[in-house]
Each structure stands twice: as C-alpha cells, then as structure tokens.
C-alpha cells in the first residue's frame, strides 16, 4: 500500500527559506507523477509543483523561480525547496501522487485526481 508522509513544515520569517519532505513508501517514482500542493486558510487547494516519471517538471506561477521540486529514487523521498518565502506561502503544503495525471491547478476536487495523499505540513511565514 502506498503511504506519504511530509515532515518539515515549520515558522520562518519572510524572505528565509525551508524545505520539507515526502517521504513515499511504496517504489512508485519510476511510473507516477509526484506533485506538491498546498492550501491556505480560507483558500483552495493549488498545485506548486510537479515532477514526472520522466523527469519533467512544472511550477506555479506563483512560486516558479523561488522553489525547487526534487526527489531521491533511492531513499524514496521527495522533496520542496522553498527561498525568498513570502506570507502569502503560508499554508498546509501536500504531498501527492497519481498514475494518470500530471497537472497544476486550483481547486478542492484536485483530490479525485491524484490518487493518494499524505496528511499535510503547516508552513507558516511571518511578515
């Protein structure tokens, strides 16, 4: 059964960096889109970034330049690199994972779409 689990989240003041983890048990890097999505208080939820069983990647218009999608085939792990954090990224950020899809957008019912979820990682940035 595949499982995510992020860790790292945590407080960082604006213009600090932070990075926080998947770890993804399960070998399922070789044939799923693994994606980093996150949720604001009061927003929906918006995909961050994207890495692809082929080796393609994808931003946020909100985040491209600032952040950096990685992952570690080996340990399972994958990971978001985040410099220049503003207070408009605090949020929940989400680890997802799917065998059909590979997409960026905004919305709750993403959730249909990428077939498993970990619990979330608050990340807050204060002004």
């Known amino acids: 059964q595949v499982q995510l689990l992020e860790s790292g989240g945590g407080s960082v003041q604006a213009g600090g960096s932070l990075n926080i983890s998947c770890e993804v048990s399960?070998?399922?890097?070789?044939?799923?889109?693994m994606a980093w999505y996150r949720r604001a208080p009061g927003k929906e939820r918006e995909g961050v970034a994207t890495?692809?069983?082929?080796?393609?990647?994808k931003y946020g218009n909100s985040v491209k330049d600032r952040f950096t999608i990685s992952k570690d085939d080996l340990k399972g792990i994958l990971y978001l690199h985040m410099t220049n954090l503003k207070p408009e990224d605090t949020a929940v950020y989400y680890c997802a994972a799917s065998h059909a899809i590979c997409n960026l957008r905004i919305g709750d019912n993403v959730v249909y779409e990428y077939k498993y979820w970990g619990q979330g990682t608050q990340v807050t940035v204060s002004s």
């Open positions: 890495f692809d069983f082929n080796g393609d990647i």
């Open positions: 399960g070998n399922i890097f070789r044939t799923y889109c």
